[in-house]
């Protein structure tokens, strides 16, 4: 059975562009996750979607950043406008039961580098 | 506010010496320890899920405890295929992640 699906797999930008990253979660699951892993501040949050409803969204920087879940099967984070600060690995997770509390399975995750 | 601390940030053992890694919690509400191992270039890949102070789970050479404070994973007679990064995280109303701690496992 396929995993989480992320793509692109890498991302080069220059600053002030938009970046779209999408997500396939695991057939069947619930939840979804996205994530940024930096060296500094390590896995974080972003937000999260319990049935493709968003849920909580506070970890989500500022308002260059949104989510979207159109439907059970597909998910896109957006940034725009695209700073170099936000260069960071973007983990997608999908998890079988709702909530953040539960197991979750992790993509391979989107390199973004904003020069 | 929950915090994850993970000790020690890295760890260099020689094939078959065993050891433990360490992590320390604060949560209001704790409703799972989590255990993932992530290598380099990949995401996080989950390993073990504790929910109560006594609890015990094992999988081949990895065994992960848990406490009111802290969650243990022992590492019994290593491979260098066990290296990795190991991360630990808490859930209440998300899940908070450590920092990690970098294993390296030398032949």
């Known amino acids: 059975d396929a995993g989480v699906i992320q793509s692109p797999r890498h991302e080069v930008t220059e600053m002030g562009q938009e970046v779209t990253l999408r997500c396939k979660p695991i057939?069947?699951?619930?939840?979804l996750f996205w994530y940024r892993q930096t060296m500094m501040r390590g896995l974080e949050l972003l937000i999260y979607f319990n049935n493709n409803v968003p849920i909580d969204d506070s970890g989500m920087p500022e308002d260059r950043f949104s989510a979207k879940m159109p439907n059970a099967s597909f998910s896109t984070l957006k940034i725009q406008p695209s700073e170099p600060r936000d260069s960071a690995v973007y983990f997608c997770?999908?998890?079988?039961?709702?909530?953040?509390?539960?197991?979750?399975?992790f993509g391979p995750g989107t390199r973004l580098t904003v020069t | 506010e929950d915090q994850v601390t993970q000790s020690p940030e890295a760890l260099r053992l020689q094939e078959g010496e065993s050891s433990s890694l360490n992590c320390s919690y604060t949560v209001s509400g704790l409703r799972g320890l989590f255990w993932y191992r992530q290598d380099p270039g990949k995401g996080p890949e989950f390993l073990f899920t504790l929910y109560s102070a006594g609890e015990e789970k094992e999988k081949e050479r990895l065994k992960a405890t848990l406490t009111k404070k802290e969650s243990f994973l022992h590492i019994t007679a290593p491979k260098p295929e066990d290296s990795a990064t190991y991360l630990c995280a808490v859930g209440s109303q998300k899940l908070v992640f450590g920092q990690g701690t970098r294993l390296t496992i030398n032949p």
């Open positions: 057939s069947g699951h619930n939840s």
């Open positions: 997770a999908s998890s079988l039961r709702q909530g953040p509390a539960y197991e979750q399975y």
